[in-house]
């Protein structure tokens, strides 16, 4: 199984660099040296597995530095990312966790985190595997709650008194069988025809039961109330609740319950502490805001702490965690921030020496704008395009439409706060407001955008700069 798992995960890393920056291009716009960094990184990883065991150990993944303005795709490449090798990542704000001994989230909860993500991933991926199966488990149960199961009855007695009535009974049962099994067959033909998907029936399914939001959440006791949950889990007896549903929604409850029971969940655990330790991703947002300068007192000093409690799992440690001990040797951070006010050398030094790859992200200008608009694959028109389409809008935007929509997001950026790609939602929204609202009602079906209507639209907001900081 082990060597199983070691294949694949090598399978999915063999793509090269260049690859995965033909990957990322197909969802970021520009932002090439950023890319580049992470597909080498990426890269690096598949190479040390092709090293020898006793040097594996020694070459640990270097730690990348993001530098830019929000909005500029920092989360976004580090999730598509993670996405593409199917590896498990997380993302963090530095600023939520506080120092050992106060009150909030111990940095160590990253690694916990991390760890459930893995084990979701890799259970997910395993119960793929048997749906199938659990496909056929899952009609059987249907069947049962429309042909239950003739009940055996049973006499106490009648051994004392001579095996007669047991001779019965026994006919009476060999009668039943034929009946029974006709009844299922019968069944089990207008099932595969699609009779029965809106019937209602009462079927009984395992209670998860409400878990303890909130209970240890935020603090450092986090783990101890995770693992009591899972105690008081293994203590208790699962209980059953009856739902009424129709046939459609329980065969998808049965067939995720069985595809649950056909999984070894041992053998997950062992695979996600696995992917984790070798595959995982640590997006670390808004490093710049524990960053201190100068001689730092009061809050300074306990994002300070942060750091410094950062430093070890960055390094690399051992985190419990409810699955298992993870080394976090292997893991690869990704840290980012806008420095602003602050600059890296801010940092810590021993953080600092942690992130050996900077790399600084432009900032947006019209003609990335431009791009963002059409080029990806799910790009922003694209999904207005669709979206009305559901409405029977045919939705055209010229091309001096985009343009001027790039102009006036660049414009808005430059004038109000700097919020990258992120100010075209914005726009757009502000832009298809009433076409969004009327378009059920609308007897013109077809519309195009031009920079008129654009004009007509936004103009007046664009250029007076106190609508547009609350507006756009």
Not at 227 to 247: C, E, G, H, T
Not at 299 to 307: A, F, K, L, M
Not at 348 to 368: H, N, T, Y
Request: net charge negative.
């Amino acid at each position: 199984m082990q060597e199983k798992v070691e294949m694949e995960e090598s399978m999915l890393n063999e793509q090269t660099p260049r690859q995965i920056v033909e990957e990322l291009d197909r969802y970021i716009v520009g932002q090439k040296e950023a890319k580049r960094a992470v597909a080498i990184a990426l890269r690096n990883r598949w190479r040390s597995r092709q090293l020898d065991v006793a040097m594996q150990d020694d070459v640990i993944p270097k730690n990348i530095l993001m530098i830019g303005s929000t909005g500029v795709g920092k989360t976004e490449i580090a999730r598509r990312l993670a996405r593409l090798v199917k590896a498990p990542f997380i993302k963090v704000e530095a600023t939520k966790f506080t120092e050992v001994g106060y009150v909030g989230r111990d940095v160590e909860s990253i690694v916990r985190d991390l760890a459930e993500t893995a084990v979701r991933m890799v259970r997910q991926e395993r119960m793929e595997k048997v749906q199938e199966r659990a496909a056929e488990l899952a009609e059987e149960r249907i069947l049962d709650v429309f042909v239950p199961q003739p009940k055996k009855s049973q006499n106490p007695l009648g051994k004392l008194f001579g095996g007669s009535d047991d001779e019965e009974k026994e006919s009476s049962e060999e009668n039943k069988e034929p009946k029974y099994a006709a009844g299922r067959e019968w069944v089990r033909k207008r099932l595969l025809k699609g009779e029965l998907e809106k019937e209602v029936i009462e079927i009984e399914i395992e209670d998860s039961g409400k878990p303890m939001v909130g209970m240890f959440a935020g603090s450092s006791l986090e783990s101890m109330g995770d693992n009591l949950q899972d105690m008081m889990a293994n203590l208790m007896p699962k209980k059953q609740k009856k739902r009424k549903v129709s046939v459609a929604a329980a065969r998808k409850l049965f067939q995720q319950e069985e595809a649950a029971k056909l999984v070894d969940m041992e053998e997950v655990k062992d695979a996600a502490i696995r992917a984790a330790e070798k595959s995982g991703i640590v997006f670390l947002d808004e490093i710049d805001k524990v960053a201190v300068k100068g001689q730092g007192s009061g809050p300074d000093v306990s994002r300070e702490g942060v750091q410094r409690d950062i430093l070890p799992i960055v390094e690399g440690s051992t985190v419990m965690t409810k699955y298992g001990p993870i080394k976090t040797d292997h893991i690869l951070f990704i840290a980012a921030g806008a420095f602003h006010t602050a600059k890296p050398s801010d940092l810590i030094p021993e953080l600092q020496g942690r992130f050996p790859i900077r790399v600084e992200l432009k900032s947006l200008q019209k003609e990335d704008f431009q791009r963002i608009l059409t080029e990806p694959q799910n790009a922003l028109l694209k999904q207005y395009k669709a979206l009305l389409a559901t409405e029977g809008i045919a939705l055209d935007f010229a091309d001096d439409a985009i343009e001027r929509l790039a102009q006036l997001a660049c414009d808005v950026n430059t004038q109000t706060e700097n919020i990258g790609a992120r100010r075209l939602h914005t726009i757009l929204e502000k832009l298809l407001e009433d076409l969004s609202f009327d378009a059920p009602e609308m007897e013109e079906k077809e519309v195009r955008v031009d920079a008129a209507y654009v004009d007509k639209k936004l103009k007046d907001i664009a250029v007076n700069r106190d609508l547009s900081q609350f507006i756009l």
